[in-house]
């Protein structure tokens, strides 16, 4: 497996796949890899011929006094854990090779993006589908894989993809959790000993809903008291948003009919951490 | 030559080609075709193996009050001047086709849109660069080809095309003039007949300024109030703008030291032209 820096040959390692007649599966991440990417790299393999991989800590989707600077980076064990996974190149830029004049054209997906993540992040969204679309055009894959995690994310690259007629599927694969149900992040790192045990309360509040959703109930708003309730019992959280939202639309819910993203971010002292649920109705 | 109303079958069609080995130039038009545009045509059939040309009156570059409705369109005159250029394939979608949701994905150039047709027609040109990344990413072409009349056009397609890493490389046609040397412009039909007559005293203000620049003229305020004074000889004039920037840039120029884009717009009665010229220095 290569580790490739420079745009110019990721391009040449990709005309040479298209020319063998060979597809490809495209993992964008940040790098610090988890189960979660890696499960993506596993799943891209199994669909087609070649994986590339990107690792870049993209500045333009960091807020002012978010954690750019910090956020973990090792590419040495990437590198290790993507070749595992079968990951044909690995394509890490830098800031530079990505941004060499800074950057001054954007895309940008208006309506869903003010909501959830959004409303929190300003401008968040807009860095990632700016980012998104420069690696979509550098590496021109037939499918991209996304965590579902990253919910939003996930919707907005997709309504990108429609939007604006790119010629890629993309692929949403399942959240992958940690024994106590916390939800694979890169960030699980800042989470300290005592916030990382009390941190597993945001897939168990997500649990109870659900079972309520079994259960029959379709009130949004009781949903949503009963998980800011659950997630209040433990004094280490501090609730940035919790959201019941049309899957499509992402407007908020009131009476669950159809299909929703039941949607929460949480501070537990620095970190941010973000979980979600689909439920299909 | 065939007309391809949808965007499955013009994929088909590029997919063909590209099968075949063959390389695509693209010339995306709004229509009502005139020599200009079958120079970008030629201009495409000789350097690429297919042409294939857009036609398509995009309401997302249409300001309100602006002439979306009454732009002109003719596509069976169209289709026999393309034919007639070497084109292989016009794409010539509906609004819904290309629109199918409205629009709530847009690609958006900062900085070098505020000023000239950007000033004068907010959102005119994340209205450009929007259908413009939709149309390369149906067509995927090689090359593109665009007009210089619309100068500004062209630098801010060129800038989106870098900075957001297309695989595409664009290409600028000279300005096909009238024998009197109005540029050519498929709003020169809404000209009234003395409206027609007066027309090509931008030419001849911009051909005065270029004779001052040869002449070792370098004050920018002072050929700008040339420009100003020359047009306002011509009572049906009524000037938008008239500016002296940086080519790359686009920030306005005093005192001129490099290449320079002399642009202009102006109104005769309910018409609006522009018209430029570049000054390499």
């Known amino acids: 497996m290569e580790i490739v820096r420079e745009i110019a040959n990721i391009r040449k390692i990709v005309a040479n796949a298209r020319k063998q007649g060979k597809t490809i599966g495209f993992v964008p991440t940040m790098g610090f890899l988890h189960e979660g990417h890696i499960t993506l790299m596993r799943e891209a393999k199994s669909v087609c011929d070649i994986v590339i991989a990107s690792i870049f800590v993209n500045p333009l989707q960091f807020g002012a ?14 590198a290790a854990l993507a070749e595992q996974a079968g990951v044909h190149s690995i394509f890490a830029p830098s800031v530079l090779e990505m941004y060499p004049h800074g950057c001054s054209s954007f895309v940008e997906v208006i309506g869903i993006t003010d909501c959830l993540c959004g409303a929190s992040r300003p401008g968040h969204f807009r860095g990632v589908t700016t980012v998104v679309m420069k690696l979509f055009n550098i590496v021109q894959p037939d499918q991209a894989f996304f965590g579902q995690k990253d919910a939003q994310q996930a919707i907005v690259i997709k309504r990108m993809v429609e939007d604006l007629n790119l010629n ?3 692929v949403v694969v399942p959240i992958v959790r940690e024994h106590d149900g916390l939800a ?3 960030r699980n790192v800042f989470l300290s000993t005592t916030e990382r045990k009390a941190a597993p309360i945001l ?3 997500l649990q109870e809903a659900q079972k309520l959703l079994q259960a029959g109930e379709r009130n949004a708003e009781y949903l949503r008291a009963v998980i ?3 997630i209040g019992t433990e ?10 939202n049309d899957l499509t639309s992402l407007k908020e819910t009131r009476i669950i009919t ?3 993203l039941i949607a929460l971010a949480v501070r537990f002292g620095i970190t941010r951490l973000i979980d979600n649920l689909i439920w299909e109705g």
């Open 65 to 78: 006094g978010e954690d750019y600077e910090e956020y973990p980076r090792d590419l040495d064990h990437d």
């Open 203 to 205: 897939f168990q509040a």
């Open 168 to 170: 890629i599927s993309v």
């Open 184 to 186: 694979m992040s890169s």
């Open 228 to 230: 800011c309730k659950h």
């Open 258 to 260: 159809g299909p929703v």
């Open 235 to 244: 004094t280490l959280a501090d609730i940035d948003y919790v959201a019941i």
